[in-house]
């Protein structure tokens, strides 16, 4: 299986930027379609963005943010432009075997322990 890590979060204000990153230990990292999903407090975790894993194909829940993956260095990424309040969470990186992603939870076996992002008004 595939052991995740999730960095890069913190606090940043409203109009900034971040990128997170999602370290991949474990089986081949290339083998995997990956998601990135986020949960707020007092809501539901919910689907962010996802990438194929020839990163030929992705998909997104919101256009201010980009995914992309480096399988050489078993490694995804989030880039978070004009973040907005509403975008504070805890992000989680998650994997699936297999080229197909998902926009679903429940689709995703192996899931991170999550970094928090923290946007001030």
């Known amino acids: 299986q595939v052991q995740l890590v999730e960095s890069g979060g913190g606090l940043v204000q409203a109009g900034g930027s971040l990128r997170l990153s999602c370290a991949a230990s474990g089986r081949t990292f290339s083998s995997y379609a990956m998601g990135w999903f986020r949960q707020a407090p007092g809501k539901e975790r919910e689907f962010v963005a996802a990438?194929?894993?020839?990163?030929d194909s992705t998909d997104y829940a919101m256009g201010r943010f980009t995914i992309s993956r480096d399988n050489a260095k078993n490694t995804m990424y989030l880039q978070m432009n004009s973040l907005k309040p509403e975008d504070t969470a805890v992000y989680y990186c998650?994997?699936?075997?297999?080229?197909?992603?998902?926009?679903?939870?429940?689709?995703?076996?192996?899931w991170g322990q999550g970094t928090q992002v923290t946007v001030s008004s």
């Open positions: 998650a994997a699936r075997l297999g080229n197909s992603y998902y926009t679903r939870i429940n689709e995703y076996p192996y």
């Open positions: 990438i194929t894993k020839s990163a």
